[in-house]
């Protein structure tokens, strides 16, 4: 009866483990993908807003900056999918805004 009992308790972690490794491989592949799209993107609005700050345009206020419609899609479905870390990721490196300004941005959704 106890060698019942342990094989079963070794059956359940063998199954938690697996089930937690396979978790974690389906986040990276959806990052990985995430990622290889974004980079397939000729320029970026965080590309164009460098080269506005490196060659002295003035900065616009943090309430102004404007997100491409493209854009907001994409935050919005990141949001709505459970991904607020994507979406405030994207949101930082497409506009250049500091990270809590993207998160309190991200939490309006």
Do not use: C
């Amino acid at each position: 009866m106890e060698q019942v009992l342990v094989t079963l308790i070794i059956i359940l972690v063998v199954l938690i483990i697996g089930l937690s490794i396979a978790r974690i491989q389906e986040r990276t592949t959806e990052y990985d993908v995430f990622e290889a799209e974004r980079k397939s993107r000729p320029y970026t609005e965080a590309e164009v807003h460098h080269h506005e700050v490196k060659f002295g345009s003035k900065a616009k206020p943090s309430n102004s900056i404007r997100v491409s419609e493209t854009t907001e899609e994409e935050i919005r479905h990141l949001v709505l999918s459970g991904k607020k870390i994507l979406a405030i990721k994207m949101l930082v490196e497409k506009t250049g805004m500091s990270l809590s300004e993207a998160k309190h941005r991200i939490d309006q959704y």
